[in-house]
């Protein structure tokens, strides 16, 4: 490991800084999470664990942030060939593997549904002929919510503030997230609840674009020592996440 683990080689600079900012993909919707960023209700600007993660990075390596701004982490990963990010932060499945180079986990969550409190307890309840289902379209969690349905189907939402609102209009029973994002969402439904058990555990980690392998070595660098050092557990208690779990 470099002296400072921050300290960029040249060749690291270039993937993570090909025009002289780093370029930090960010998923931005209703809900914040581990993940996902909301919106500042004064300012209009992003918020929340990737925000306060690509800052604290590009602070350290003294680099300029530009942040760019997804539906989802399915919309980040789907842009991963063009050029438009050089790091980012998304839940980690199979098929991700094959799309983006994956880097250290940084925190490690499940996902369940949002649901009306009197209407399932469970995720078992919700595999239920007739219940309509959704979950936003390209994610980790849409994945593993449409294998784990057998008695009924789960439509794909694009964005995560279309879901909510359909959601609210009552023309969804049950959406597939991750408990943190159901959890910030609990406040703006009060007749609601994320039913019990999951049907999703994974890993969220640091994500560069496949071919960027010294990118890589420095963003898993960077959240290694982010981990041993607390400053992952005091982002996500500062972005009010202090029951999320930090990855070993």
Not at 134 to 148: E, L, N, P, Y
Not at 188 to 204: I, L, W
Request: aromatic share 6%.
């Amino acid at each position: 490991m470099q002296a400072n683990s921050f300290e960029l080689s040249e060749q690291e600079r270039n993937e993570l800084a090909p025009n002289g900012s780093m370029l930090a993909g960010i998923a931005v919707g209703p809900a914040a999470s581990a993940v996902w960023c909301v919106r500042d209700a004064a300012g209009g600007e992003p918020r929340g664990v990737t925000v306060t993660l690509a800052r604290e990075i590009a602070r350290r390596c003294l680099l300029p942030l530009q942040l760019v701004e997804f539906a989802s982490s399915g919309d980040i990963v789907a842009n991963a060939g063009d050029g438009s990010w050089t790091l980012s932060f998304v839940p980690i499945d199979d098929e991700r593997r094959r799309l983006v180079a994956v880097g250290s986990n940084y925190y490690l969550g499940v996902s369940t549904y949002l649901t009306r409190a009197d209407e399932f307890r469970s995720v078992v309840d919700v595999d239920t002929s007739g219940v309509r289902v959704a979950g936003i379209a390209g994610t980790a969690t849409f994945r593993s919510a449409q294998k784990s349905l057998h008695r009924t189907s789960i439509e794909a939402i694009v964005s995560l503030d279309e879901a909510v609102a359909r959601f609210r209009n009552r023309e969804i029973d049950a959406l597939a997230l991750g408990k943190e994002s159901i959890l910030s969402l609990l406040a703006d439904f009060k007749d609601c609840r994320a039913v019990e058990g999951h049907f999703h555990e994974a890993g969220t980690a640091v994500v560069v674009p496949k071919s960027h392998a010294h990118a890589l070595a420095a963003a898993t660098r960077m959240i290694e020592v982010m981990k041993a050092g607390g400053t992952i557990r005091r982002v996500f208690d500062e972005n009010q996440m202090p029951h999320a779990a930090v990855a070993p």
